[in-house]
Structures are given as C-alpha cells and as structure tokens.
C-alpha cells in the first residue's frame, strides 16, 4: 500500500519522535523479538518510542524496520490529537499534510487510541500509589 510518506522519501515524523505507545503496540513489537528497554521510554506515567541518533530506534535513516507492525500513532500519522480543542488535526509539523484527510473512521481509531493510552497511564501511576 502506498503513502505520500513513502512515494515523497518523507522522514520527518520518524526524527526526534514522542510517539505515544499503548499496550497492543508494546506486545506487537516485542512479539517481533524486540525487548522492551531497546525502544521503550517512560515519562511520567507515558510510554513512548525511543530514538536513538536523533530519529525512532526503528528507523535506519532510509526506512522503517517495522512499518508493517509500527505504533497505531505512527500509522494514523499526520492525524494527532489536540488536547486543548479535544480534537483530531492535521500536525503542522507535517510538510505533506495536505496529502491527508482526517476520516470519521479515523476520528474514531484516533479517539479509541488515545483513551486506551490514558486509561493504561492512569492504571500505572494508580498502581504506585497503593
């Protein structure tokens, strides 16, 4: 399947990455035979992809080594979400945002994704304070 990431040689989102990571995205990795330490970051409570040289360990400066079991962010990508207006945008960060159209369906994985993200959060930090 093609994408205008791909067809344009586009890395940028995969530089200096805070890519979020839910459960599902840890486990699909690690099934890969990753370990959790080489590409799991923990901030505060977050878990997020690591980047090693300036871009996401999974990134070899020309490609993804797991684009077929990447992060669901990274596959919704350039879709995030904006906390403050609780809605999906395009990322202005993205110089090929206008290739892409946020979907309803879209919409709805992204919403679906970010409440996973922060109910697994929620359940770590509640797990330290007992």
Known sequence: ?????????????????????????????????????????THNGWLQ?????????FHNGIKCSIYDHRPKGCRMYPVIFDK???CAILDEECPYKTKFLITQSLR?????LVSRIESERFQRMNKYKD
């Open 108 to 112: 709805k994985k992204l919403f679906l």
């Open 84 to 86: 403050d207006n609780t």
């Open 49 to 57: 992809l690591k980047n090693r040289d300036g871009r996401c360990v």
């Open 1 to 41: 399947m093609s994408s205008p990431c791909i067809d344009l040689n586009c890395i940028k989102c995969c530089k200096d990455t805070i890519m979020l990571l839910s459960d599902m995205d840890i486990n699909r990795i690690k099934n890969l035979g990753f370990s959790h330490d080489f590409f799991v970051d």
